[in-house]
């Protein structure tokens, strides 16, 4: 009984801002996704990343582990899926980068806090950055056809998490009044991303329900399974190993459909998998939770 509240404490808020987001919509108010989304990713997120990096007191090479595992454990992903899309005879361009990378800022820094702590979302913001490195990147080359290292590089998310790391290696701080500023800015990123997620969400047109089901399926019992495997692998801690499983396990970013929408892939597919997998995380993530605790 007392895991079942504790799981509950853990997820309740999370979902109960993405409903916001939903309501908003439904009744009818304006709710800008492009700008707020640029908001969060230019400005709030960068200040988080870079204030928790500086301020963590996490030694630095259980975060470089934590990136190589990543790694490791999205190419594990990778390479699976597109093996399996082809045995099936599923368009890579339009599945595999929607089933790899999961939503990893929307849900999976939240979670990683209420659930963890400050500790938590220090390890979840590590794995958050690979993702945004892999999806600007590889994300891009499949869904388009083209991609640029440097077009990554230019993402304040990069360069922050970079700055961050220099901070935390150098065990340099900057001034309080500007960390305090920092801080404050890089508050706004986890209810600005859950209510976008929910509006996001609420606009959504799925297609194709019964295949996103089946996929979805896959995509959380084979992520969480890779992440786990790639955990012990390496040897990381009860929490970064715990983080690393929930991020992974997280349901299909809403950047996936934006990219299938922008590059011509089947766009109506992928915001099936969104909003089903999305929608299936609600019992999927507490489970995950009460094993990991």
Not at 131 to 138: E, G, I, R
Not at 257 to 277: H, P
């Amino acid at each position: 009984m007392n895991l079942f509240v504790t799981v509950l404490e853990i997820v309740a808020p999370v979902f109960l801002l993405a409903l916001v987001g939903f309501a908003w919509v439904k009744f009818g108010f304006e709710y800008r996704v492009e700008f707020v989304t640029r908001l969060a990713m230019t400005l709030a997120a960068p200040c988080l990343m870079f204030t928790a990096l500086m301020k963590t007191d996490i030694d630095p090479a259980a975060l470089t582990t934590l990136s190589i595992a990543s790694l490791a454990t999205y190419g594990a992903i990778a390479l699976v899926l597109a093996i399996g899309l082809k045995l099936a005879g599923l368009e890579q361009r339009t599945y595999l980068v929607a089933l790899i990378f999961g939503n990893t800022g929307n849900l999976g820094l939240p979670l990683a806090l209420f659930a963890f702590g400050p500790e938590g979302l220090s390890y979840a913001l590590v794995v958050f950055a690979v993702m945004a490195v892999l999806s600007f990147t590889f994300g891009i080359w499949v869904v388009s056809g083209g991609g640029s290292f440097l077009r990554a590089l230019k993402e304040p998310i990069v360069s922050a998490t970079l700055l961050g790391a220099l901070f935390l290696w150098q065990g340099w701080e900057t001034p309080r009044f500007l960390t305090s500023a920092l801080e404050l800015i890089g508050q706004m990123l986890i209810p600005l991303m859950l209510i976008t997620l929910g509006v996001a969400v609420a606009r959504l047109t799925p297609g194709r329900i019964g295949q996103a089901f089946v996929l979805s399926f896959i995509k959380v019992a084979l992520c969480s399974a890779i992440a786990f495997g790639i955990a012990g692998l390496f040897d990381l801690n009860e929490i970064a190993r715990a983080v690393l499983i929930v991020q992974i396990a997280t349901p299909v970013a809403v950047t996936s459909y934006m990219l299938a929408e922008k590059y011509g892939a089947d766009a109506d597919a992928v915001a099936g998998l969104v909003v089903v997998s999305t929608l299936m995380s609600v019992a999927a993530i507490p489970l995950l939770l009460a094993i990991l605790l």
